[in-house]
């Protein structure tokens, strides 16, 4: 399947790219990479009385709800109430707010990340998320959405036919097509969908490939960044894409086969590319490929972490796994962007699935807690941010 997109892609690009919506084609040259290799060579260290980057992660320890752990004070205890949500679960702008499941009715409402001053928001909704800092975007579980004030229920529908990851505060979002056996990313204005006499403005990105087809929007909308395929000798590989919609133009971010040849990044969720909150890093998962079968032919998972304003790719030694596919440990940033943290199962040790974090300047890991329960077989970080305050 894979050497078929790859040959279908080198026949249709072109086509592709004249049919978008009056969209003149761009180059999209490589900006150049220098990697930066931080490998302090300590391992996984365990964490003192006290630890350099505060506030809560939740996550969970058992099957029944989210916990919190406190990082401040090395604690952990349930959230009564709540039900595990993993990614469902959406951060507010300011790392304050969390949105949850309650556990009686299923209806979604907000909480300080500690469990405290508990608000209903939506009664019916598969996500709800911040739009901006006092607008919901709601999701709703036969994938309809619509936008609302964090406190009055006045709705504004979307016409989200196909849509996914809307542009925070903006009308952009990330539409899935067909082309015969094959599927496609566009990125389609939905001010405009469906108005009378008004095509609608798309910007053909390339094909949803399984494993090559991360993508996110940075936390402002300023950015959307995505992974798309390119191919080394019938093998496919992955690079970091971006698009702004102030310009409408793609432009290539990363250069990896230079660095690596094939490589593939992240995993099979295609929502995965983890911004730092001030939207300047992005990081990913990098596993170098041994042949076409991105299941199989991989070596280990590192982290990375891309600098978009100087191009800069710092790589992290002291830490890889082997347990990337078909994902690896979802990664979330700490509310001031200067740690990373993940749950992963490290062999050969009886503490199951480890709560990690790493400081991105020392590239130190820390064992921050352990015992992390896994829901449905996956045990992703739920948020990392701050206390009440």
Not at 190 to 209: H, K, M, N, T, Y
Not at 241 to 257: E, G, K
Request: hydrophobic share 40%.
């Amino acid at each position: 399947m894979y050497t078929t997109i790859a040959h279908l892609r080198t026949i249709l690009i072109a086509l592709l790219w004249l049919i978008a919506a009056n969209i003149t084609p761009s180059n999209t040259h490589a900006q150049e990479n220098t990697l930066r290799q931080i490998c302090p060579g300590v391992g996984i260290q365990q964490r003192g009385a006290a630890y350099e980057a505060g506030g809560i992660i939740i996550t969970t320890f058992d099957r029944n709800s989210m916990w919190v752990y406190d990082i401040d004070r090395n604690t952990r205890f349930p959230l009564p109430e709540t039900r595990p949500c993993r990614s469902n679960c959406r951060l507010s702008h300011d790392a304050r707010w969390l949105t949850y499941v309650n556990l009686e009715d299923a209806s979604i409402g907000k909480m300080r990340l500690n469990g405290t001053e508990r608000t209903r928001l939506v009664s019916y909704a598969s996500v709800v998320e911040w739009w901006t800092d006092d607008t919901l975007l709601v999701w709703t579980p036969a994938h309809r959405a619509y936008l609302r004030s964090e406190t009055e229920d006045l709705r504004t529908p979307l016409n989200v036919r196909a849509v996914t990851a809307i542009q925070p505060g903006g009308q952009w979002g990330l539409k899935l097509g067909q082309l015969e056996d094959d599927f496609t990313r566009s990125l389609v204005n939905l001010a405009s969908r469906g108005l009378p006499g008004i095509a609608e403005q798309s910007i053909f990105l390339g094909f949803d490939v399984p494993f090559f087809n991360a993508a996110s929007w940075s936390p402002s909308g300023e950015w959307f960044a995505y992974v798309d395929a390119t191919t080394i000798n019938d093998t496919l590989s992955g690079e970091i894409f971006a698009i702004s919609p102030d310009t409408l133009v793609p432009v290539q971010w990363t250069n990896l086969r230079d660095m690596y040849g094939a490589v593939r990044i992240n995993g099979r969720n295609n929502s995965e590319l983890s911004w730092s909150p001030d939207g300047t890093r992005i990081a990913f998962w990098l596993t170098p490929l041994t042949g076409p079968d991105p299941t199989v032919d991989t070596n280990s998972a590192t982290i990375h972490i891309l600098d978009i304003t100087t191009g800069d790719i710092s790589v992290y030694c002291d830490f890889s796994t082997r347990d990337h596919t078909p994902n690896p440990p979802r990664i979330i940033w700490s509310p001031g962007g200067t740690h990373i943290a993940f749950s992963v199962n490290v062999p050969a040790d009886d503490k199951g699935f480890l709560l990690l974090t790493m400081n991105t300047e020392t590239g130190v890991f820390t064992e921050m807690s352990n015992g992390i329960f896994p829901i449905g077989g996956n045990t992703d970080l739920v948020a990392w941010g701050l206390p009440p305050g």
